[in-house]
Every structure is written in structure tokens, then in C-alpha cells.
């Protein structure tokens, strides 16, 4: 039993050390707080208020002007929103044209702009063709492809003719506009007879 007794007593130590210590993480860790892991919000991280962008192509010549009263970036996806701002499309040889909103959105450095609420699009007067206005809730713009789309209702206005619908997508570099689904389309006599004689001039 004599050459027993220190080994008992060597295990119960070990006992005791080994309780001893997880007793001690255990507490450790529930003393120490663990942060909780970083939530990134779509807060701003800088505004300004009445500001103007201006956007270039390849060769320098400024195709985008945009202007409002108060723009905001967002650090988390590197977006710009604008409050009552206005975009002027500029691009060469193209027909210029000015969209306003509530709200203007700009994602992907400027290569999409989103428009909401009160969404508006005037494409100016050509010889060709009369003045075109897009009225809409959403409006989407491409910028590089000079494309305006919205899947929402869209009230289209060209000359005296108006066509409203769900869905549309217009290139102003073709003068190309499709509404997918027409609700009510008038068109002109008068823009009849004018797309004619513009189709036989160019014959």
C-alpha cells in the first residue's frame, strides 16, 4: 500500500491540474467579450450637395453630364445616388438627350444609371425624326451603348403619336424603340407620312 500511495497521489494531482486548467479556459473565455463579426451597411461614406460629373469616352470627349442638389456614396458597392438630378447625354453624332428623377442611382462606375420616381427621358429634335419623351416610374440607362430599358409601364410620346406599355427598351444610336407590351398606341398620320418619306430618301 506504502508503494502505492505516491502514485495515487501523483494521478490525483493530475486530476486536479487537468480540472484546474479547463476550469481556468472555460473562464477565460467566457470573461473575455469576442467581438461580433463586422456588418457592412449600405451607409454613405461622403456627399456633397448641388454637384456635377462629368463622364468622357476613350478619346476624351465628354458624352455624360450629370447635376443635382445632393449626391451621396456608398462604400460597400461603390454607388453614387443623386436627388433630383439631371443627365445630359452628349455622345457624338448621336441626338442629345436630357433624363431627369426623384432619384438617380449610378452602379458599376457609371455604366448604369437608374432612374426612379418621376422618371423622364427627352431625346431632342432631329432632322429625321421628331422630338422623343419617355415618361416612366424606373428607367434604366446604359451610358457606353446610349440605351434607355425599363420592364415597368412606360408612356412614350414621339411627335403626336404615343404608345403606352409594359416593357421597353430604346437605342438612340439606331433611333430603335420596342415596347414589348402595348396597352394603348396612337399614331399620327402625319408621323406615318413623315417615317415614309424618310424611308424613300433614303432609297
Do not use: C
Request: hydrophobic content about 35%.
Amino acid at each position: 500500500m506504502k508503494d502505492r500511495l505516491p502514485a495515487l497521489i501523483a494521478l490525483f494531482l493530475l486530476i486536479g491540474l487537468v480540472l484546474t486548467t479547463w476550469w481556468a479556459a472555460d473562464y477565460a473565455q467566457r470573461a473575455v467579450p469576442i467581438d461580433a463579426p463586422i456588418t457592412i451597411r449600405h451607409e454613405p461614406d461622403a456627399w456633397s450637395s448641388k454637384f456635377t460629373m462629368i463622364t468622357t469616352n476613350e478619346k476624351g470627349q465628354a458624352i455624360n453630364r450629370l447635376t443635382g442638389e445632393k449626391l451621396r456614396h456608398y462604400p460597400d458597392d461603390d454607388s453614387y445616388e443623386a436627388d433630383k438630378a439631371h443627365l445630359i447625354g452628349m455622345h457624338p453624332n448621336n441626338p442629345r438627350t436630357l433624363a431627369s428623377a426623384n432619384l438617380t442611382t449610378l452602379k458599376d462606375k457609371g455604366d448604369l444609371i437608374l432612374l426612379q420616381g418621376d422618371a423622364h427621358i427627352h431625346r431632342f429634335p432631329t432632322e429625321e425624326n421628331s422630338a422623343l419623351d419617355v415618361r416612366s416610374e424606373e428607367l434604366t440607362i446604359l451610358p457606353k451603348e446610349d440605351i434607355v430599358k425599363t420592364d415597368k409601364v412606360a408612356d412614350v410620346q414621339q411627335g403626336n403619336s404615343r404608345m403606352k406599355g409594359t416593357g421597353m427598351i430604346y437605342n438612340n444610336e439606331t433611333r430603335r424603340l420596342e415596347v414589348f407590351n402595348n396597352s394603348n398606341v396612337r399614331i399620327s398620320p402625319d408621323d406615318i407620312n413623315k417615317a415614309n418619306q424618310n424611308k424613300g430618301s433614303s432609297e
